[in-house]
């Protein structure tokens, strides 16, 4: 069955060594993604990915499993957008990282070849309030 998946495939942005402690960390704030609100309320879901209109929404838990959820060009916008909009980042065309609420988004924003994300749940870490120093690089 994953043979039939087609993946979709955004690299992340890597940060100097000097910086590399930074990580994203979920906040209280709610996003609503429409038809993804569903998805994401299941603990098991690790990620939601969207390779365009013409593909099933896909998810991850253990593996990946395509969802009978189809998402025409103005929602994938309106996801994106209110991703923009949560974190006060326009958009623009190309490849964007946008961490809102408890999830981070991977988006291809593209008008000729239509706009892709995928979306990943924050993991909550322990001890907090013990990350929000910066570690000693030397």
Do not use: W
């Not at 990620?47 to 593909?55: D, L, M, P, V, Y």
């Not at 838990?61 to 909009?85: A, G, R, W």
């Amino acid at each position: 069955m994953r043979n039939n998946l087609q993946q979709l495939n955004i690299s992340e942005p890597r940060l100097p060594p000097h910086l590399a402690y930074l990580q994203p960390y979920s906040t209280q704030q709610e996003l609503d993604l429409g038809k993804l609100n569903t998805l994401f309320n299941d603990p098991m879901i690790r990620s939601i990915e969207c390779n365009g209109t013409e593909s099933p929404v896909i998810v991850q838990t253990m593996n990946y499993k395509p969802t009978n959820i189809f998402l025409n060009k103005d929602e994938i916008e309106e996801v994106i957008e209110t991703f923009s909009n949560a974190a006060k980042i326009p958009i623009e065309e190309g490849v964007m990282r946008i961490v809102a609420g408890k999830y981070i988004l991977l988006a291809i924003v593209s008008k000729v070849i239509g706009s892709k994300f995928i979306i990943k749940k924050i993991i909550p870490r322990q001890n907090f309030q013990q990350n929000l120093m910066p570690r000693r690089l030397y």
